[in-house]
Every structure is written in C-alpha cells, then in structure tokens.
C-alpha cells in the first residue's frame, strides 16, 4: 500500500508538472506584460527570473542581465550573465558586462569587453569608454590611441556628462577627448609635464567654459607645480 501511494505520488508530480509549466509560462508572461505596463521594474525582474527558470533561453538571460543594469544594479547583472569574454555574447550581452564591469570599479576587465563593442561598432563614444578605462589602467599608449579616435571621429553634436558638481552638466565630447589628452601628457611625465597638461587644459577651457572640471584639475596641477618649485628651492644639507 505504501509503495503504491508512493508511486502514485510520483506519477501525480510528474503529470502536475507537464500540465502546469505551460500554464504558468503563460502565466508570468503575462504577468511581465502587466508589470511594463504598470513600470513595475521589480515585478518586471520577477516575471523574467520566473521566465527564464521555466524555460531558460539566452534571449531571456540577456534580456535580465539587461534590466538588472539598467536599475544600477550591477552585481546582479554580472551574476545573471557572467564576465567572461565569450565570441558569440550578443551585442546585449558585451554592453551588460563591458558597462556592470566599469560601474563595480573593474576596468582591467570592462577593457576586453568594450574592445569588442568596439570591434563590432567602432564609433567616438566606445573609444572615450576605453581611453579612460586605459588611462585608469596606466595604458598610456591605448589611452591615446582612442584619444586620437575620438578627436577625429566625435561629431559636433555628441555630449559626455559630468557628475562632479551638484548638478550634472554636458560638454562636447571632444572637450571631454581634450580632457583625457591632457590627464595622459600629465601622466607621461608627472614632474615635467605640468606645464604641457595645463596648456591643454586652458584650450579645452575656451571650447567648453562649463566644464567644471578643468578648472579643479588644473589647480591641482598648479598646485603640484609649487610644491615642486618650493621642494627645488629648498637648501640642500
């Protein structure tokens, strides 16, 4: 008898689950049309979660992977999709990594995936993307090599912004180039490059009056400038 009710259990579980997967793949898809509808980002990261247990795709994958990033939270995104480089990652896939990675503060890695994004779409915002990303790493010479990317190839019409004050603003993109071109003749040579970085920063001042952080970092500059004229100036024992 306890065999029986055993095996009929069984048997029971096994059918409850063929007749109700469908249904409820039914069900949450409409239940993640229904959260789009209302903007009800959490129940819209429920409903594909459900989805892609259910009935596990790719599209599906990316597709969290996405939301996830998009609501800022990058250690999720990372988790749903992976860090590793893999050829055939969708486009979706490239942008969650290459963007989670750079927003958790992991450049050396977010460099591989932006190179692909930029490989499949070279364009002036990819390339700012990596010259920072190389800047941060000390690749000088990648740094610069996008730096002369973006310069020729930013059109008029293309921003950056910038959240170092209160109120985010925009510059033209090839101010923000001009920028990091500065940030990287400095780092060749901390000492004797101050001056060359400052005259950088001055004509990139005159194309973008706004941009704030321009007149922080060349007083930081100037400030290390004295330092070192004071510490020249100093008598030797």
Do not use: W
Not at 24 to 52: C, F, P, S, V
């Amino acid at each position: 008898m306890k065999r029986f009710l055993m095996l009929a259990l069984v048997v029971g579980c096994f059918q409850l689950k063929a007749q109700s997967s469908p249904d409820l793949i039914k069900h949450y898809e409409a239940y993640y049309n229904q959260m789009k509808t209302q903007g009800d980002m959490q129940g819209i990261i429920n409903a594909m979660t459900h989805l892609n247990v259910l009935s596990p795709s790719v599209a599906r994958q990316d597709t969290l992977a996405y939301i996830y990033m998009s609501e800022g939270k990058y250690v999720q995104a990372l988790n749903t999709i992976g860090i590793e480089r893999n050829v055939g990652d969708s486009d979706i896939a490239v942008e969650v990594k290459a963007l989670s990675l750079k927003s958790v503060k992991r450049p050396a890695l977010a460099i591989g995936h932006f190179e692909e994004l930029f490989k499949r779409n070279p364009n002036a915002l990819i390339a700012y993307e990596l010259a920072e990303l190389n800047l941060q790493t000390q690749k000088l010479d990648e740094a610069l090599k996008h730096i002369n990317y973006g310069l020729a190839n930013a059109k008029d019409d293309m921003t950056k912004a910038f959240y170092e004050t209160q109120k985010p603003y925009q510059v033209s993109l090839k101010a923000a180039f001009m920028y990091l071109n500065a940030l990287v003749v400095y780092n060749q040579d901390t000492k004797a490059n101050i001056d060359k970085a400052v005259d950088i920063l001055d004509a990139t001042q005159k194309t973008a009056p706004n941009f704030n952080l321009i007149q922080l970092t060349k007083s930081e500059l100037l400030r290390q400038k004295q330092a070192l004229t004071q510490a020249a100036a100093q008598p030797k024992n």
